[in-house]
């Protein structure tokens, strides 16, 4: 079955500096690749996702890679907030078109 | 504006007792799914269903049970809680595979066993 590995666990960043989180993934079949965002006391949100057939998605301060050979995609967040503080998590579908989760990164925006 | 709404947001209870959680979606989906997140983060998939009638038992081993008798709605049910079962427990719903645009997660219940 499909395996989502992310990294790092936790990520301490400068306001203003980027951050990146990484994940792989082992399903080649795997299709569909969203990030969500998890605010204190809130469910997940979507914040972007990425297809198969597309190398790379932006949207304002965020942009998502994907690698299909190398089977990862990374979430990049440029000019960092103390908004962006937040759990992130990584997603692939599996072959039930379920998805995976990865474990979440803690992101900490320091003022 | 949350269309997957989740109640109660939080819910402290006595050991031994029954509780369901509650979980409405107004946005037609015929999949849905129950997470439970620990603090560690992860996101445990413990039930999901793709349709009214069905439902199947996911990743996470659980004592909890779910039914799907109506499409919009999916309730969790402990039918005798124990301080092993507190968790924070997130409702998510999604389209079908031909349109699949990722999970809608509610807000989530709080759930503490005493």
């Known amino acids: 079955g499909e395996n989502v590995e992310q990294h790092p666990s936790t990520l301490s960043v400068q306001e203003g500096d980027s951050a990146v989180i990484k994940c792989t993934y082992s399903d080649s079949a795997s299709n569909y690749f969203p990030w969500y965002k998890q605010e204190l006391g809130k469910g997940p949100q979507l914040i972007i996702d990425?297809?198969?057939?597309?190398g790379e998605k932006k949207d304002q301060r965020i942009a998502v890679t994907l690698n299909k050979t190398a089977k990862h995609f990374s979430l990049h967040i440029t000019e960092t907030q103390p908004e962006d503080s937040a759990v992130y998590f990584c997603?692939?579908?599996?072959?039930?078109?379920?998805?995976?989760f990865g474990a979440g990164t803690q992101v900490v925006v320091t003022p | 504006e949350a269309d997957i709404y989740q109640t109660p947001r939080y819910l402290v209870i006595g050991t031994g007792k029954k509780i369901t959680l509650e979980c409405s979606q107004t946005m037609g989906h015929d999949k849905m799914y129950w997470y439970q997140q620990d603090p560690g983060m992860e996101l445990h998939l413990i039930h999901y269903?793709?349709?009214?009638?069905?439902?199947e038992k996911g990743d996470l081993s659980s004592e909890s049970t779910v039914s799907r008798i109506r499409t919009e709605h999916f309730p969790l049910t402990l039918e005798s809680a124990r301080p092993s079962h507190t968790s924070q427990y997130l409702c998510?719903?999604?389209?079908?595979?031909?349109?699949?645009?990722?999970?809608?997660f509610g807000s989530g219940t709080r759930l503490t066993v005493v």
């Open positions: 990425i297809r198969s057939n597309v």
């Open positions: 269903s793709y349709g009214v009638n069905s439902t």
């Open positions: 998510a719903s999604s389209e079908s595979t031909a349109n699949f645009d990722g999970y809608t």
């Open positions: 997603a692939a579908t599996d072959s039930w078109g379920k998805l995976q």
